[in-house]
C-alpha cells in the first residue's frame, strides 16, 4: 500500500550482522504491528506498537515507534538462518477502524 | 486448537470458473477478514467481517463474494475466476482489537 511505505524490499546478510528494516507513514499510525512470514506459510504475529516512542523486545528482535508515531523500525541483532522470512508491517491508519493497512514487506535473507 | 484453517491449499481454475475458498477458526473471535497477496503489493483486504451476520467491503472486493456463515466460518467465493485474480489469499481473525491471526493461505491459479 502507497499509505505505508517499506525499505528496503529485499535484504541479504551475512550470519551474524545486524539489520533494520523501516515502516513509514504519512499519516499518524494508531496501532502498528509486525509480522513475519515464511515461504508458503501464514503470517506470525511479531509484536504490536501503539505509543509514541514505545519500544518493545522479543529475543533479538526489537521494534520501536518513533514519538510522532508515523514511522516504525525492526531491527534484528545478530541474525541467524532463522530470521530469514519475509517481514511486513500492519497499520491501523486514521479513518481505518478495524482495518489494517499493510506495507509491501521485506524479503530477507541471511547466509551462514 | 487449530487457530484459522483455510481449504484449499492450492487451486487451479480455468477463466471462468467458480470456487469457494473456506476458512474456519476455533478462538471465539468476532472479526474475520479476506486478503490476497500479490508480489511487491503486500496484503489487500478483499472483505471483512466485524461480527457474526455483517460483512463489509476493503479495498479490492471486485469479483468477490463472501459468506460469514457462523461465527466460525468466513467464506470466500469467486463466481467468474480470472486470470488476474491469481494470488494468495489470506484468511485472518481477530478477537475485538487488530492483532490479527492468519491462516497458512491459499494458492490460487487462473489460467
Known amino acids: 500500500s502507497q499509505e505505508l511505505e517499506q525499505s528496503p524490499q529485499s535484504l541479504i546478510v551475512q550470519e551474524g550482522k545486524n539489520l533494520t528494516i523501516n515502516c513509514t507513514s504519512s499519516?499518524?499510525?494508531?496501532?502498528l504491528y509486525w509480522y513475519k512470514q515464511k515461504y508458503g506459510e501464514g503470517l506470525i504475529f511479531l509484536m504490536m506498537l501503539q505509543k509514541g516512542g514505545e519500544e518493545k523486545s522479543h529475543e533479538k528482535i526489537t521494534a520501536k515507534l518513533d514519538e510522532k508515531k508515523q514511522q516504525s523500525s525492526l531491527h534484528i541483532t545478530a541474525s541467524q538462518p532463522s530470521h530469514a522470512g519475509i517481514y511486513l508491517c500492519?497499520?491501523?491508519?486514521?479513518?481505518?477502524?478495524?482495518?489494517?493497512?499493510f506495507g509491501s514487506g521485506t524479503q530477507l535473507t541471511v547466509l551462514p | 486448537n487449530a487457530g484459522v484453517t483455510q481449504t484449499p491449499k492450492f487451486q487451479v481454475l480455468k477463466t471462468g470458473q467458480s470456487m469457494t475458498l473456506q476458512c474456519a477458526q476455533d478462538m471465539n473471535h468476532n472479526s474475520m477478514y479476506w486478503y490476497r497477496q500479490d508480489p511487491g503489493m503486500g496484503l489487500r483486504l478483499i472483505y471483512y467481517?466485524?461480527?457474526?451476520?455483517?460483512?463489509d467491503k476493503g479495498e479490492v472486493p471486485n469479483g468477490y463474494n463472501v459468506s460469514r456463515l457462523n461465527k466460525r466460518e468466513f467464506s470466500l467465493r469467486l463466481e467468474s475466476a480470472a486470470p488476474s485474480q491469481t494470488s494468495v489469499y489470506f484468511c485472518?481473525?481477530?478477537?475485538?482489537?487488530?492483532?490479527?491471526?492468519f491462516g497458512p493461505g491459499t494458492r490460487l491459479t487462473v489460467t
Open positions: 467481517s466485524a461480527s457474526e451476520g455483517t460483512t
Open positions: 500492519g497499520a491501523q491508519l486514521s479513518g481505518s477502524a478495524r482495518q489494517l493497512t
Open positions: 485472518a481473525s481477530t478477537p475485538t482489537g487488530y492483532e490479527q491471526y
Open positions: 499519516k499518524t499510525l494508531y496501532g
